[in-house]
């Protein structure tokens, strides 16, 4: 059976892509451990913010200040982690 990817993961994909602008052939080739922050020049402290604000909106859900924390975008696997919570969390 062919590995299905669920819809959470792929919007974290396609952000990466519009947003930080990251090769789709890169992005296509991210695992749970790939590392994010410090590994992927796109990903700075600016691009965070952006790559926040765009996660809210596709994803309907709300990121507090309280959430962001260095292990957040530690890993492509932890981003799409907090991702899935968050949207399981909204109901």
Known sequence: ???VEDQTE????????DVLGVAPATVAAMTN???????LPELD????AGLLTEMEDRLDIM?????I???LFETFG????????KVAAKG
């Open 1 to 3: 059976m062919p590995f």
């Open 10 to 17: 792929t919007t974290i994909r396609e952000l990466l892509i």
């Open 33 to 39: 451990e790939t590392p994010l922050f410090g590994a």
């Open 45 to 48: 402290s600016m691009a965070v």
């Open 63 to 67: 990121i507090d200040d309280s959430d």
């Open 69 to 71: 924390d260095g292990e």
């Open 78 to 85: 932890s981003l799409v982690a907090f991702a899935k919570a």
